[in-house]
């Protein structure tokens, strides 16, 4: 392998656990319309592809948005969610273990660092400065930055035009076959967690160069990386 000199993580699932959160605001917004609740162990199956799509699947209760679900009453719950979402001050959510730990050793190693989301950009900097970790980006991509979110390669593409990498030279790091599926896309280099969410189906099944139980392991890989050089 080349020298990783950009690292791309994904948020939720990844460095935080957000579904404790996500989970509470959209129960409160499918119940207001009259929905049935939905409970946090559906919802970590459900999310992962961004906001509308997982509003969808709770008013579907269903891995699939049914096609029967009216346009307007879907937005109206997305709305919803985004109000009791931005009121819950994030206070379920919690960083996964060695996240801190990780982020401060790769930045103290020169590593470039971003952070490519499919999370709504409004909510991203108060997420990542609740929990200490907003200082270690140099970008802050949302869900809603570009025209197309992940697996979608568009994110990936402008870090590499911007930092003037090639995609040997990139690591994206997530929990999910979008974030995988992203990176090949990409070109780069991949590195998928077990952990997090992923429709309930393994991180290996999507073939990503590095599987690890713990985010801690990132350091030795792109430091093998750039011994290789």
């Known amino acids: 392998m080349s020298q990783i000199k950009l690292i791309a993580f994904d948020l939720d699932g990844t460095l935080l656990d957000s579904v404790p959160d996500l989970a509470v605001a959209a129960d409160q917004a499918v119940q207001a319309l009259g929905f049935p609740a939905v409970t946090e162990e559906q919802v970590r199956d459900y999310v992962g592809n961004g906001a509308d799509v997982l509003i969808g699947r709770s008013l579907s209760r269903s891995l699939t948005v049914s096609p029967d679900l009216d346009p307007e009453l879907h937005a109206k719950a997305r709305v919803l969610f985004d109000d009791y979402y931005?009121?819950?001050?994030?206070?379920?959510?919690?960083?996964?273990?060695?996240?801190?730990?990780?982020?401060?050793?790769?930045?103290?190693?020169?590593?470039?660092?971003?952070?490519?989301?499919?999370?709504?950009?409004?909510?991203?900097?108060?997420?990542?400065?609740?929990?200490?970790?907003?200082?270690?980006?140099?970008?802050?991509?949302?869900?809603?930055?570009?025209?197309?979110?992940?697996?979608?390669?568009?994110?990936?593409?402008?870090?590499?035009?911007?930092?003037?990498?090639?995609?040997?030279?990139?690591?994206?790091?997530?929990?999910?076959?979008?974030?995988?599926?992203?990176?090949?896309?990409?070109?780069?280099?991949?590195?998928?967690?077990?952990?997090?969410?992923?429709?309930?189906?393994?991180?290996?099944?999507?073939?990503?160069?590095?599987?690890?139980?713990t985010i801690a392991d990132l350091v030795d890989v792109v430091t093998v990386c750039a011994e290789a050089q």
């Open 86 to 213: 931005e009121k819950s001050g994030h206070k379920l959510s919690h960083l996964y273990p060695a996240v801190k730990e990780t982020l401060a050793e790769l930045d103290k190693a020169g590593f470039t660092m971003a952070l490519v989301t499919n999370k709504p950009s409004k909510f991203v900097p108060e997420v990542l400065a609740k929990h200490g970790i907003d200082k270690y980006f140099v970008d802050v991509i949302g869900g809603d930055t570009f025209p197309e979110k992940k697996p979608n390669p568009m994110a990936l593409n402008w870090l590499l035009e911007k930092h003037h990498c090639q995609p040997h030279e990139m690591m994206m790091v997530g929990d999910s076959s979008n974030d995988i599926k992203a990176a090949k896309n990409a070109g780069c280099h991949s590195f998928g967690l077990t952990y997090g969410y992923n429709h309930g189906e393994p991180i290996s099944d999507s073939q990503p160069d590095h599987v690890a139980d």
